[in-house]
């Protein structure tokens, strides 16, 4: 891949980010195999006629990823990459893989979040309660 930024349509910067981070997690271009098929969906003749549905296989670890976000044959080669390089990461960083740190830190937001809401129902059924109390200290003669 010493020529990425020939392979994909994107910027040279965002071509040899992705070649670094393949090479960190020790993924070379020999140890994927790259098949083409139809893709399905919205594109039209484009999508009809033109084989851009990437499916890439990483042998030595068994991880395929399957990538027809875009229309472009290119673009969905670099975001397949880019696809198995955060899966692989993730297999092999458990905890510390990017997604998972971004699910924890949605889920502390919504517990804290939910605490903020019960605290809140409370106060709020307190106030009726008190509003409650100032009514039966009423007493009535008939």
Known sequence: MSNSGALFPVSSDKANALRLRLAALQIQEEDL????????GKGGQN???????VVLVHRPSGTS???????SQG?????????????????RLGRQSQEQ????RIRR??????????NRMLADKRAQGAKKALRSGV???E
């Not at 999508?47 to 549905?53: D, L």
């Not at 969905?76 to 390089?85: F, H, P, Q, T």
């Open 75 to 91: 673009l969905n080669r670099y975001l397949a990459r880019k696809l198995l390089a955060d899966r692989i990461e993730a297999a």
């Open 33 to 40: 195999d790259e098949s083409f098929v139809r893709s399905s």
């Open 47 to 53: 999508v009809n006629k033109v084989a851009t549905c």
């Open 139 to 141: 007493t009535r003669d």
């Open 101 to 104: 740190q971004e699910s924890e």
């Open 109 to 118: 937001q919504k517990r804290r979040r939910s605490r903020r809401a019960k």
């Open 65 to 71: 990823v399957k990538c027809q976000q875009e229309r």
